[in-house]
């Protein structure tokens, strides 16, 4: 079994545009949406969910109003200022409580109850590429990275269940700890990049990160033809750090016109742009062979 992640250095690059239609075009395969800070891949991908589970992790504080004296001193302790009163009542505001339990530990009357955190949901689903894994943490929740872990757990046992031979994923941009929670067994980073200037920095940080987990990488340059000077740049980088240049892809309307769709640039009729990600894909098909 093979796995692909397609990242980013930053959001916006078209990374889920072409998970989109890698997914389109690789066989047999779970697709997995990573993002789960900020999921959009099921936007074109149309899923029908089959199984809906509940996220938990962590723990959030909670005031008992029957068991609280109204003493103040969880408001006088908490350094995240997660603790308002409002006419002697005391409460916590889930989105600023970190769940640190000081308030917990301290309280004289024992009134503050400490359970389990509710952060998101996980699913599994069929859409017209097959079967996906994907989840949507709520806003302000963390353990992002242990959710991605999760997700990737699922969709391993998903594909030794259906006996399929590729997990294909959308990761998450950046650096942060999903980027690297993703790319933990994963036989090749795809990174699509940009031409400009931050473009090619965060190409250099992300690519940095699987080379210190050795994850293979290619490079996938978005929109080349806008900065031809910067696209040079990342075409040396790539050849000095022993990167696969893997496809460099032409500004073009047919991808936003695609997405309103909401279909991959690769369905429907034919276009440039469609032959050249066809041809994307089998690079990185050959990579996974070679």
Known sequence: MREVVVISGKGGTGKTSLTAAFAHLAESKVICDLDVDAPDLHLLLDP???RDERFISGHE???DPEK??????????????????????????????EGCKVCVAFCPEQAIDFPARHCGQHY???TRFGPMVHAQLFPGQENSGLLVS??????????EERGLELILCDG???IGCPVIASLSQTDLAVVVTEPTPSGVHDLERVASLCDHFR??????????????????RIGALCKEKGYTLAALLPHDTAVTEAMVRRQAITEGEDSAIATQVRQAWQTITNLLQS
């Open 150 to 159: 999760r997700l990737k757990k699922e969709a391993r046992v998903l594909a």
């Open 68 to 97: 609280c004296t109204g003493c103040g001193l969880c408001a006088s302790m908490c350094r995240y200022d997660a603790i308002d009163e409002k006419d002697g009542v005391f409460s916590v505001a889930p989105l600023r409580c």
């Open 124 to 126: 599994m689903s069929e």
């Open 172 to 174: 998450a941009p950046g």
């Open 48 to 50: 029908t969910i089959i």
């Open 215 to 232: 994850t293979r990488v290619a490079v996938v340059v978005n929109k080349h033809d806008l900065n031809p000077e910067q696209t040079s």
């Open 61 to 63: 504080a909670v005031i």
